[in-house]
């Protein structure tokens, strides 16, 4: 397309600026003809205020059409231009504007591409944006890296500076790379989560929310989701829950603790195996027994009664000792008082009632496992998991989301229908992640591998620094909010441009910076709350 086709309506001469004065490889600079060219103006339906900034210009070059975004306006400082305003000379004062360029359309091209190595030249001629060339810009945002029959999801908010201008936007440009929303607390970073969540409903998108605090259990109809209540109406076996998810559950710290909780469901798994009622007192048995009876235990005797475990824990503080060789195992009392802070932990944990019924065997009720099988089958089809019944600490939340997020990654890609996991405040549940004690190997695989089998994560977190790096790294796409403190910007500012990053402190609630490596540069937001109830609303002292 040639410029002229951009402006067929009205001369563009009236949108006419200047001339390219400065080229670099980051941005360039243009001189205003002179002062009186960026007065406010209006032609025709379109009202044009040069004299600002975050507006797009056009400029005309041999190598075709390119489109840039005006971040700094200046005049030179000095008495005769001073002077010159005061008197009311405009026509000898020369302003300059400050343009990154965001994109290029070549001859013969009909949508703006990124412009790679290309740049604009010394003298070529800029020109205000007018609304046909602006509405083709956004036709043009989404990078397009082969053809795509995808279905635009339903706008979720407005381009900041640009009055009345919907985002329109895949699917995969949002999620291929995953989405992670940031911001400080009430910057509407949960409100923005949500409107985008129910545009994915609307749309018959598959969602799996998992919801560890209950925030979201009333903003879904029964018709939209399948709602699933931890220890209300919905349980697993004991069996299926490792080690690992054990000791994140009980808050184990990292010295002798996890290997003791392990010891005990052994001993446990023992008896459940012999079919002996109770626990397992391995004092004044032999070791050689002992040792026997352990290792018949194999990786299919995984079931054992989780009401015993306080107790069983209690009596594996032993050491071994004995005369003439006869080892035998001995009561150890200072282990026994050394381990009473795990045993409380455990008591605490278990004397929630639908903690304890969720990890049952109850026949009438819905086995988690198989409920995520039938959503990842069934096409169209989301899926609400609430385990705040089963305690809302982070720990029962992470071992809920780990459990789950091992359990799809080994899935065949074939039995895969894609779909959206939405976990609300990640950093809650990833804060224990660390090269010593990684419980969360879980989210991580999906982060890693599971686009490659259609999962996509939707993640919010109010700190990015909270988010372990192995995640962070894989996100290709944030949804920016207000953030205030200058190390969360440094996390994030590798996925902005200079200017941007200088405008993250002074963001408005419900404003936001998208961010992407699937669009031409980063867009300002204003996302449209949606009518949902949502249990975040902040009481007034």
């Given at each position: 397309?040639l410029?002229?086709?951009?402006y ?61 975004e ?40 009909h ?31 989404e ?36 989405l992670?929303?940031?911001?400080a607390t ?55 829950v ?26 446990l ?79 605490y ?56 997020c ?66 962070l ?44 490596i ?24």
């Open positions: 397309m410029i002229d086709d951009f067929k309506d009205i001369d563009k001469s009236y949108f006419y600026l200047g001339l390219i004065s400065q080229v670099s490889r980051d941005h360039s600079i243009a001189q205003i003809e002179n002062l009186s060219w960026i007065k406010h103006r209006k032609i025709k339906a379109e009202n044009l205020i040069p004299n600002t900034i975050n507006y797009f210009v056009l400029i005309d070059s041999v190598q075709g059409l390119f489109i840039g005006l971040y700094q306006s200046k005049i030179a400082n000095s008495n005769s231009v001073h002077d010159s305003i005061n008197n009311g000379k405009f026509e000898d004062v020369y302003s300059e504007i400050g343009i990154d360029i965001v994109g290029i359309m070549k001859s013969g091209d949508y703006f591409s990124l412009p790679g190595f290309q740049n604009v030249g010394i003298t070529d001629k800029v020109y205000i944006a007018n609304q046909e060339v602006i509405k083709k810009y956004f036709d043009s945002i990078v397009k890296d082969s053809p795509n029959i995808e279905n635009e999801i339903v706008p979720f908010a407005n381009y900041s500076s640009i009055k009345d201008q919907l985002i329109h936007i895949k699917p995969s440009t949002l999620f291929s790379r995953h992670l929303a940031v911001g009430n910057s509407g970073k949960s409100t923005s989560a949500l409107s985008i969540l129910d545009k994915l409903i609307k749309d018959n998108k598959k969602l799996l929310i998992i919801d560890p605090t209950g925030e979201y259990r009333d903003s879904f109809r029964d018709i939209e989701v399948t709602k699933l209540t931890l220890g209300t109406d919905t349980i697993m076996s004991v069996s299926e490792s080690i690992q998810q054990w000791a994140m559950i009980f808050e184990t710290n990292d010295a002798t603790q996890p290997a003791v909780l392990s010891n005990a469901i052994l001993s798994r023992y008896q459940k195996k012999a079919g002996i009622p109770g626990i397992y007192v391995k004092e004044n048995q032999p070791v050689s027994l002992v040792q026997n009876h352990m290792a018949s235990v194999t990786d299919i005797d995984k079931d054992f009664v989780l009401s015993d475990l306080p107790r069983q824990i209690s009596v594996e503080t032993n050491n071994i000792g004995g005369k003439n060789n006869n080892k035998i195992y001995v009561q150890n009392d200072f282990n026994f008082n050394a381990i009473q802070w795990l045993v409380q932990k455990v008591q944990k278990l004397s929630n009632t639908s903690f304890l019924k969720f990890f049952s065997d109850d026949q009438s009720m819905k086995n988690l496992m198989n409920e995520v099988d039938g959503f990842i089958e069934t096409p169209k089809t989301s899926l609400y998991i609430d385990a705040s019944e089963i305690g809302m600490s982070d720990s029962v939340g992470g071992m809920i989301i780990d459990l789950i091992n359990y799809l990654i080994n899935k065949e890609k074939s039995k895969i229908n894609p779909f959206v996991i939405f976990i609300d405040e990640v950093h809650r549940y990833t804060a224990r992640n660390n090269p010593e004690n990684d419980y969360f190997t879980g989210l991580s695989n999906i982060a890693r591998e599971g686009r490659k089998k259609g999962i996509f994560l939707f993640l919010t977190t109010q700190n990015p620094q909270d988010v372990p790096s192995v995640i790294g894989q996100v290709g796409t944030l949804l920016i909010h207000r953030l205030t403190h200058s190390d969360e910007i440094r996390a994030v500012q590798n996925h902005l441009s200079m200017n941007n990053i200088g405008q993250i402190k002074n963001l408005c609630k419900g404003e936001a910076i998208l961010s992407s699937n669009l031409l540069q980063d867009v300002h937001l204003n996302i449209e709350k949606c009518d949902r109830p949502h249990e975040n609303t902040t009481p007034l002292l």
